[in-house]
């Protein structure tokens, strides 16, 4: 039997400091859009919705300042902390080797010098992935009723210098930090007996992911694999953005179906899509802990079999020098038993063939690292990889789409959010139109006007934004934006979703009694 509750959010903090810059810092200086077409605060407003954004100082660790304000503002026991993970990208500095949390880790290290420290690198949904990861380790009664867990999200991408001085990606986004702790409440009574089946070490070799895929492919039982996690130990943020496992995902997906590869599949957005959505249907995501403990990385792997609610998931542990300690770890895939508050259940999709959408490669010399963006792909799988998601998650919990009071949606790109919701409301509507823009002013919060896309912070800072009373009623692009706020404030069903490099999707459902 299910206890009410196995996790739930109870406090944040948050960095609020830096500069507003506004879109004339992009003006008259020989840049366009694709088309041709003159990048000014017109366009900028007109094709993404951004108004301003906010820059962080250069001397400012805002994840440091985020988590601070946390445990300054709440009256969370830091020696309850048994989990600290930095859900980031580029975090403060591309250069920073890793794992980038060790410096808020700093603040609490002396009160709970045994808790778990490690990043989390899942694209922009690296949040709802770290709280995926939070629900399955109490599930799985590795975290313990009284428990606490605190996910700090930071990107400063000013600072990073992320992109190319010239590319129109940087006027996208906003830098941005926040902390949130969860508190563990009870575990799940029906934990399954998961167990490593299957353990194999060996140099990977200059190609690894490839080399990881073919000797994941020797070992893996005919059950496809839900999941994969790596411990990335190299340090580079080539090699996190997107992250390894992605990669890993589709050498493996090649290596199994090269019929596929031969039919040219994977080359064509739509076939790709649907054929992952129908014979892959895996999550993957890297994490770096700070210490080198190969077995870290099983011990998460095997909680999430013991959750219940996945049934094989393969880790590996990937060091420097490229040799892995790779795993398979199977479980019984019982029923899942959702609670009836809290976090109630969580979903986490990687589509891999897509994960060139989105990269970090050098530039001209290995001093220079820029990422790179296919606008166009990024906005596709953004738009289209939703229906079919939030359809499983949805009615797994027998709820649909009209169930939700509120909606945490990625604000990569205002313009996505329409057609994102087209998607998902397209059965049975006389005016869709209508109905779209009833979600958006209504059951949404927005703030991409104001602060750009945060990346990975976005989730923590809309219910943020919202508790504290700072959001707006607007206008973007037409649509009327932040028009329900004191009702949203009380909203019981709330979704929260996000979509990223990998390419990955990271959804959760969190009721409130």
């Known amino acids: 039997m299910v206890p009410d509750t196995i996790l739930d959010i109870i406090a944040q903090g948050a960095w609020n400091g830096g500069r507003l810059v506004d879109n004339s810092i992009y003006e008259n200086k020989g840049m366009t859009f694709k088309g041709g077409i003159p990048v000014n605060h017109q366009t900028i407003e007109e094709r993404i919705g951004v108004r301003t ?23 969370i026991d830091p020696a309850r902390i048994k989990l600290v993970i930095g859900a980031t990208n580029i975090g403060e500095d591309k250069f920073d080797p890793g794992p980038l949390i060790r410096h808020p880790f700093q603040l609490v290290q002396s009160y709970c010098p045994d808790a778990m420290v490690l990043d989390l690198y899942a694209g922009c949904p690296g949040f709802n992935a770290s709280v995926e990861m939070v629900f399955m380790l109490s599930l799985a009664g590795i975290l313990k009723p009284g428990d606490l867990s605190i996910i700090v999200g930071a990107e400063n991408v000013h600072r990073a210098k992320v992109f190319a001085p010239d590319d129109t990606a940087n006027i996208i986004f906003g830098d941005d930090a926040l902390a949130t702790a969860l508190e563990t409440k009870s575990f799940s009574s ?17 190609d690894f992911a490839r080399g990881i895929a073919d000797e994941l492919a020797k070992i893996k039982s005919p059950d496809k694999i839900d999941g994969i996690i790596i411990d990335n130990q190299l340090g580079k943020i080539e090699h996190r953005v997107p992250a390894s496992a992605a990669r890993v995902q589709h050498f493996l997906v090649e290596k199994i179906y090269p019929e596929e590869v031969a039919k040219g599949t994977f080359k064509r957005f739509r076939n790709a899509l649907g054929f992952y959505d129908q014979h892959v249907n895996s999550f993957a995501f890297d994490i770096m802990t700070p ?27 990937l060091a420097p020098d ?46 220079d690292l820029f990422g790179k963006m296919d606008g166009k792909g990024v906005f596709l799988h953004a ?8 359809d499983e998650l949805l009615s797994a919990n027998n709820l649909n789409i009209d169930d939700i009071d509120l909606l945490y949606e990625h604000q990569a790109n205002f313009a996505m959010i329409p057609l994102t919701l087209q ?19 209504n059951k949404m919060v927005t703030n991409i006007h104001l602060r750009g896309n945060c990346s990975v912070v976005c989730m923590q800072r809309l219910p943020y934004d919202l508790q504290r009373g700072v959001l707006r009623p607007d206008k973007i692009q037409g649509y009327f934006i932040n028009h329900n706020l004191e009702n949203l404030r009380d909203a019981k069903t709330i979704l929260y979703d996000s979509i990223g490099a990998g390419m990955t999707r990271s959804s959760f459902l969190l009721r409130k009694k």
Request: positive net charge; charged residues 25%.
């Open 383 to 390: 738009t289209r990889s939703a229906r079919r998601h939030l």
């Open 190 to 206: 029906n934990a399954g007996n998961g167990c490593l089946t299957a353990r194999v070490k060996f140099n990977a070799g200059a």
């Open 423 to 441: 998607q998902l409301l397209q059965d049975g509507r006389q005016d869709l139109n209508k109905a779209v823009t009833a979600v958006i002013a």
């Open 322 to 367: 490229h040799n892995v300690l790779l795993s398979l770890h199977e479980g019984e895939g019982r029923s899942y038993l959702r609670p009836r508050w809290g976090i109630v259940d969580s979903l986490t999709r990687t589509h891999g063939c897509f994960a060139h959408y989105i990269e970090v490669q050098p530039f001209k010399a290995r001093e």
């Open 291 to 317: 210490e080198l403990e190969p077995d870290k990385v099983a011990m998460i792997a095997n909680a999430y079999v013991n959750s219940g609610r996945y049934k094989t998931i393969a880790s590996a542990y």
């Open 53 to 75: 954004r906010i820059a962080a100082a250069e001397d400012e660790r805002i994840g440091v300042l985020a988590f601070k304000d946390l445990l300054q503002n709440s009256d």
